[in-house]
């Protein structure tokens, strides 16, 4: 592959440029953490780029998407994160608008598509339970049939935002007498169906992502089935498969490092700017090139994908395995530059409406205990670190 800049995409990355500077307002551009901000934030921007017809980034043009590919799609996550744009509703648009443009019916499509478009309807995923995580396939909620609906009753852990969501995606056992993949169902439910108790996980970053679900006598129409009955496993393995490129999350890596770097000029130490300290430098140049070589195998990743070629499934473990670890560093890295202030989380401090809000370096200091913490979670979620490993090991002979 080829890692000189061509000349379409310098066309299309000014477009994208020229776009984030005309449309993205100041007030979302306070969003510097990489991590999901206030839910109207989300919406705003999801609207705005719906107006400008990039409501869906990664979809084909048949779909109501961009139809832009993997290279032009990295490109505009590298531009909206250098402007501090906020991140998408990653449920809805990465996750299930593929699944319900390949395996969805045409009324799934006309009643579910338009609103992850335009952000007004925000998804989560319902597939960890109690005992089941990586070991997904032994998941337990079960979903009886009953005339022309499913009876859900079960709990679901780590629902991502079943707080702020109006719908949800679930696997449910509907048949426990086959081999426990063959038993799994895809459906789509609204989170305002009676029976439905969310209950909040406050995690270590002090902050309210998660959630455990309950489902106590759920009703769910039959045509909310997406696939076939026992069909929900295929589905989850295409869902799983889907944007390898996008788990190594580059641009909360390319914000870490552009906030290292300004870190650097700004902090001083004994009034010595910690760039001009050589275990700062040092430390910092060598992240700086891991993220080089990463971002190489993001594009190769990419590259890949593109092909439809199945070693795409190596390398997107691989980079999912050394970004989330240089994400945890990089992180670690912020919060020890901080000195002693690293070690204090502001997040909570009441907003003072009237006041101005506080400027990017300001608010990024504020944010980077928190966040620090928060990216522990990253070798966790999407597939731990362990289970990548081990998916390479069994796939890395086969080429
Ligand atoms: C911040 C966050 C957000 C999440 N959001 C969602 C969400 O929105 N929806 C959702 O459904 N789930 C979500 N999850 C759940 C996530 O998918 C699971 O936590 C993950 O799959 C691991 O499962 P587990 O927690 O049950 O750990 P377990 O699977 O019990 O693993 C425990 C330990 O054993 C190791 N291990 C397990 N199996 C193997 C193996 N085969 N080989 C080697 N080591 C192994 C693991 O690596 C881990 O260290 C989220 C998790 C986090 C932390």
């Known amino acids: ?36 901000g206030p839910k109207g934030d989300l919406q705003h921007w999801q609207r705005l780029l719906h ?34 744009a906020p991140p998408q509703d990653i449920f809805g648009q990465r996750l299930l608008g593929p699944v319900l443009n390949e395996f969805g019916t045409a009324e799934q499509k006309a009643q579910h598509l338009p ?15 109690p005992d089941a995580g990586s070991d997904l396939a032994s998941m337990r909620t079960q979903a009886v049939l009953d005339g022309d609906a499913y009876v859900i009753n079960g709990q679901k852990i780590w ?20 081999k426990k993949q063959a038993g799994i169902s895809f459906l789509l439910v609204d989170m305002k169906t009676p029976g439905i108790t969310v209950k909040p996980i406050w995690t270590i970053d002090g902050q309210h992502h998660l959630n455990e679900t309950f489902f106590d006598n759920v009703r769910v129409p039959v045509g909310n089935r997406v696939g076939e009955d026992g069909g929900g496993w295929g589905i989850t393995k295409f869902l799983l498969n889907n944007e390898h490129a996008a788990t190594a ?26 760039i001009e300290r050589p275990e700062f430098a040092l430390r910092l140049v060598q992240m700086d090139s891991e993220l080089t070589a990463l971002s190489m195998m993001v594009r190769r990743v990419v590259a890949l994908e593109m092909d439809h070629s199945p070693q795409a499934h190596v390398l997107g473990s691989l980079l999912k395995v050394r970004a989330t670890d240089l994400q945890q560093r990089m992180g670690d890295f912020l919060v020890e530059a901080l000195g002693d202030d ?6 909570h401090e009441p907003a003072d409406q009237d006041a101005d809000a506080p400027a990017p370096y300001e608010a990024m200091r504020r944010n980077v205990a928190s966040e620090m913490f928060f990216r522990r979670a990253t070798t966790i979620y999407g597939g731990t670190s362990e289970v990548q490993r ?7 002979f086969q080429f």
């Open 1 to 36: 592959m080829d890692f000189r800049p061509d000349d379409g995409l310098s066309a299309f990355r000014n477009e994208v440029r020229q776009f984030l500077r005309t449309r993205l307002p100041d007030k979302l551009k306070g969003s510097v953490s990489g991590v999901r």
């Open 51 to 84: 107006e400008q017809g990039w409501g869906g980034p990664s979809w084909a043009l048949e779909h109501g998407g961009t139809g832009w590919n993997p290279q032009q799609l990295y490109v505009f996550d590298e531009e909206c994160a250098a402007a501090g």
């Open 115 to 129: 609103g992850i478009l335009s952000g007004e309807r925000l998804w989560c995923q319902g597939f960890s339970e």
């Open 159 to 178: 629902t991502s935002y079943a707080h702020e969501a109006e719908w949800i995606f679930l696997l449910v056992r509907t048949n426990p007498s086959v």
């Open 249 to 274: 999350e580059l641009p909360a890596l390319l914000r870490f490092m552009r906030q290292l770097k300004q870190l650097g000029q700004r902090q001083t130490v004994n009034g010595t700017p910690l």
């Open 342 to 347: 690293g070690a204090v989380s502001y997040i």
């Open 390 to 396: 081990g998916i390479v090991a069994k796939l890395l």
